[in-house]
């Protein structure tokens, strides 16, 4: 079976960006492959957090990814730092990473300009990343859009290692992302991308309630001022790929109709889409609060991921070590 790897941060909760980028993917692609998916709690601390705060978070996005349809008789599912290879290799891949190739990452210019002073480990995160993914030997990597110069990192730093170490027959695969048509989902506001650290959220276990009191003012086609005024989804940025993504095809294409010929106003719009949401959202937000009902239980799937996925990382570090000459003692 084909082997695929993914990772995300522990922000605590799941947004529809997420899900829509990256997870509800997740959740079909675990039926015939060979699926690891890690909470990167490594990757988190990069940025401001309190022990505490991480630790619930962590546990709260465990949650989320296996109320999301996460299986872990079909899928590994854990936690970065239960797998200490993973920062093993990541230091390894350092020594082969040249400077330039982190600096233009667009994530790193981003992230360091919003912050006084810049640790180192903001710039080594993707090769972190790097780490996570070839440690699996995974070929395949579904992610959201923002990820994809992460991955072209990944792809430099298993050809650089190749080249080194394994001249002959390529040990580590150049991995691929595996983008979905909601490959970026913007956010309430309709400019940037939808993201936590900006706030332009819709959380996936919101209250039907609270998704309402989210959609309802969010932004629009804007040449519509009036509901007579003729509307042009595509220039909808937020309202009409929600609907692509959450309501049935029919729906949508009652939708660009009713839009377009002014039929429906925004918000008789935005009602439907609600509905649609909510049919998908509610089950999930049901199932969340059943394991949030058993921590141990969630602990426990956790743990026995980590033991699977260090099956695999432990042998890939052996050869690696072995190739390497790190392995003089043994
Ligand atoms: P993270 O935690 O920011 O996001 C997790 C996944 O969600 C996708 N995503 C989106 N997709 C569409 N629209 C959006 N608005 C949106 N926001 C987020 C992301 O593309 C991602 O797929 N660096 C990674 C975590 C990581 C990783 C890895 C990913 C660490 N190691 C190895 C893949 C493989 C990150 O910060 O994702």
Redesign the pocket.
Known sequence: MPRI?????P?GEL?V??Y????KNWVALQHGHESFF?I?NY?AITIAFTPDELRRRTRDMAVSLLASGLDPAKAVVFVQSDVPEHTELGWIFNTITPLGELERQVQFKEKSARQEQVMAGILN??V??AA??LLYLADT???????VQ??ELSRVVARNWNARFSPDAPYFPEPQPKLTP??????LDGQA???KSIGNTIGLLETPEQVWDKLRPAVTDPARQRKTDAGEPEKCPVIYPLHKAFSPVPVVTEVEAKCRGAGWGCMDCKKVLHTHMMEELTPIRTRAAELHARPKDVDELLHDGARRARLVARETMDTVRARMGLDASQ
Do not use: W
């Open positions: 790897f993914s990772g995300i941060q922000s947004h960006g997420n829509l980028g990256a997870v890690c990167v990757h995160y993707p972190l990343q996570d993914i990597v579904p992610v959201g859009e923002d990820q992460h991955l909601t490959r970026r989902i913007a956010g991308k939808m993201s």
